[in-house]
């Protein structure tokens, strides 16, 4: 059967020079990125096909995007650190890490974030790819606040499947939080001893909203009040 090679290769994000090994932020380390801390940092759960596989850490290049748009981390993974080559049953890499993200100025809060993938490699035959899902939440490994799903993957239409499944961005809107937590579970497989996927390049931005200066609170209290008060003299 001929193999073909897809590949995911979007633009990167420019700016944001700051640039720290997940090992590095494993260790009770943090990067800060214009007004937001991205710190608590944990490996929530591992399984592998391979019984003898880990994950090397020191792969993971965690970068601030600082370009002018929303604030974000760009996730670089090197030595194919997340590549999995078919066993001819299913191989597969599991992995989930967490962490989270506080505003560090007081008039700011997160409402939202986004989460795309950009680079990486699959094959168009067999059962072969990569997925991503988030849980955004008020605490650690919580989803009260939301959930992403991102794939890129190969299913045969042999296999009942559709072929290429390209769904490469999503995003998750909430009420403004001065700090959230963030949980990825990142999934690469392949079937076929001839499939490879590469998880290569992801990231994720934070959009924020200002917090209602106090007295625009208060003109809308005494609105409201006011309300009240003129619903109280129809009825009586």
């Known amino acids: 059967m001929k193999k073909t090679l897809l590949t995911l290769a979007l633009a990167l994000a420019a700016g944001g020079a700051q640039a720290i ?4 932020l494993l260790d009770d380390g943090s990067i800060t ?41 760009r996730f670089g993974i090197s030595n194919g650190e997340f590549n999995v080559t078919g066993d001819g049953l299913y191989a597969y890499l599991d992995y ?8 560090l100025n007081p008039n700011l809060r997160i409402k939202d974030n986004s989460l795309k993938l950009l680079q990486g490699t699959i094959q168009a035959t067999g059962d ?7 849980n955004i939440g008020t605490e650690a490994e919580g989803d009260d606040l939301g959930t992403k799903e991102v ?19 999503d995003s998750a809107e909430f009420l403004p939080q001065s700090e959230i937590w963030v949980t990825k579970n990142i999934l690469v497989w392949a079937t076929g001893q001839q ?9 994720q931005r934070f959009s924020q909203t200002g917090v209602p200066e106090p ?14 008060f003129a619903r109280m003299r129809r009825k009586a």
């Open 21 to 24: 090994s997940m090992t590095e």
């Open 33 to 73: 990125v214009g007004d937001k801390l991205f710190s608590n940092w944990s490996e929530v759960y591992f399984d592998s096909s391979d019984p003898a596989r880990t994950v090397d850490t020191d792969n993971i290049e965690v970068v601030g995007i600082d370009d002018g748009g929303d604030y974000g981390l």
């Open 96 to 103: 989930s890490f967490g962490f989270s993200v506080t505003v």
């Open 128 to 134: 072969n790819g990569f997925y991503i899902l988030e």
């Open 151 to 169: 794939e890129f993957s190969w299913l045969d239409v042999s296999l009942g499947g559709p072929g290429l499944i390209e769904e490469l961005s």
């Open 195 to 203: 499939e490879t996927a590469s998880l290569q390049v992801f990231e």
């Open 215 to 228: 007295s625009i609170l208060g003109l809308l209290g005494l609105g409201l009040a006011g309300l009240g």
